[in-house]
């Protein structure tokens, strides 16, 4: 299962360099993020609802080539790692002519939204991690 | 002739009260600015390329409710100003009920993307000009 | 009583046309309000640690020149209208010429950080209302 | 050489899990690097005007621990590698109980302003390359 997710980069994300700024794609993850649970029909604002929140731990991003203002680019998002306590999300984004300009990384840790602490996601949400579990099992 | 542009809110476009920041807006509005301009076939990059820039003049935001991540929003674009030397756009946006959310404007000048100087678009690009002085009568 | 910030623009702050973007001085006002209530000793994280919360109502920016990276600029914040459910600051900022290159204002609401509602200040917290009060009146 | 930087987290940093968002660690990163740049007498801004680039080819940042609104981090900053073509800094990042809370890398092409094309900074600019050299060599 791979994500798609079409993104339109926007002038406040460019520099002065005329190309999109490199903090932006730790961004745009987040938007495949978002896309990604959202085709595998879990919400990630229903996931945050019931407590779990899915903070940081590494972010890992390789720039090869720019990003332009009004130039449409895809991401295509899978998931490459699954733990009880974490898991990783690869991100490959091309341009429109099928470039691949840039690879993201990240692992995020399953943490309980009230205490910021780690949560075993096997035992609290077994649904959910066997659902991922598939997924990576299919990659 | 109103543009509609349909946005869904970024986690990392929140902040700690749990709802989307206000300095936001003002990059929506822009993303609106841009599919306004795709719409009626004047692409902002190319006119960019053109020689001519639009900095921001004037910005107004009104802020009646709140809007929440992944739950997408809906802004209806129109041109209500145009003389030779700017232009004020003004953006409604939407939640999925239909409420009126945010209301903003925009005064934007005609400027040499070299110089940064003023220009009189009625001049320099008459049909430019034209196009969008015929959607403001329309209004 | 009129609270300085200084501020050095960041790289990430600029956009295409080489200059900081106009979403950024919302930001800007932000980061002069919280210094504003800092050197008042109305530290803002601890109003919201007391559950209040201050949502923007209205934001207006006029932008008469551009700021640039690396190049700092400094900023004048003053509250010019207390009411006892909102409040309103205006922010001068100035290049390091002393040029005044852009003036925001900002109104914001008193409000419930659990229910979002409104609060009457000068009920719920007579004591920061009056400390505000004093500095609007000396203006 | 350890550049430090002092950072006062923005509201607008925060998320709405009440803490730093992660993708602003690079942009902080970045107000690092110019204050890097700056205390070793190579203002970025003037580099660029000389028309060297350097956009990034990697990044790298590992979460250990949040940051918050209003609560001041330092970066420690510093140089751990250098060739004609790249160079990559390394920031660690504390709070104000000294507690390391994050370490970034990034990785930036020394490149022409113009056509973007990689540059070998020891033969265009010996003068830039030998500071920075000594400064590795230090480690």
Tied chains: 1, 2, 3, 4.
Excluded at 70 to 75: D, H, L, P, S, Y
Excluded at 82 to 110: Q, S
Aim: aromatic share 12%; proline share 4%; net charge neutral.
């Amino acid at each position: 299962m791979i994500a798609i997710t079409k993104i339109l980069p926007r002038y406040a994300e460019t520099d002065k360099m005329g190309i999109i700024h490199h903090s932006v794609y730790a961004i745009w993850y987040e938007q495949a993020r978002t896309d990604f649970f959202n085709q595998i029909g879990l919400r990630y604002d229903e996931i945050e609802n019931n407590g779990i929140m899915t903070p940081l731990v590494e972010l890992n991003c390789k720039y090869k080539k720019p990003a332009y203002y009004n130039q449409e680019v895809e991401i295509k998002t899978k998931i490459i790692e699954l733990t009880p306590v974490k898991f990783t999300l690869e991100y490959n984004i091309y341009d429109t002519n099928n470039n691949l300009i840039n690879i993201g990384k990240t692992t995020l840790a399953w943490s309980d939204s009230k205490t910021f602490k780690i949560i075993n996601l096997k035992k609290t949400n077994p649904d959910i991690y066997e659902k991922l579990k598939q997924l990576v099992e299919k990659e």
